[in-house]
């Protein structure tokens, strides 16, 4: 069992950045991939960025290269999304999620869900 918790979300300003962190707990060391996904309102939850926990390799959504970049500290059992370049596209709520076994941008093989953090970019 694992748990994510979602943090630093906020209010911005188009052009702003923004940094989001996901802190995990539990049985950690089961998580092979992390990533980040994103809801705005009366949309389909969307894929942002995936990173796997032992190599580091990441992958992105198109609309989010080169603006947005993730990372992880396995030390401290994180990752995170720097956000640059906001756009109010970008507004929605950011989750992070864990899986067990692939390098995906499928929801559907994603074990673990944090809460959400809000996500709002002012034109």
């Known amino acids: 069992q694992v748990q994510l918790v979602e943090s630093g979300g906020g209010l911005v300003q188009a052009g702003d950045s923004l940094r989001l962190s996901c802190a995990a707990s539990?049985?950690?060391?089961?998580?092979?991939?992390m990533g980040w996904f994103r809801q705005a309102p009366g949309k389909e939850r969307e894929f942002v960025a995936v990173?796997?926990?032992?190599?580091?390799?990441?992958s992105y959504t198109d609309s989010v290269k080169g603006r947005f970049t993730i990372s992880r500290d396995n030390a401290k059992n994180t990752v995170y999304l720097q956000m640059n370049s906001l756009k109010p596209e970008d507004t929605a709520v950011y989750y992070c999620a864990a899986n067990e076994r692939s390098y995906t941008n499928s929801a559907r093989a994603y074990d673990y869900w944090g809460q959400g953090t809000q996500v709002t970019v002012s034109s």
């Open positions: 539990g049985r950690t060391f089961r998580i092979y991939t």
């Open positions: 990173i796997t926990w032992s190599g580091g390799s990441t």
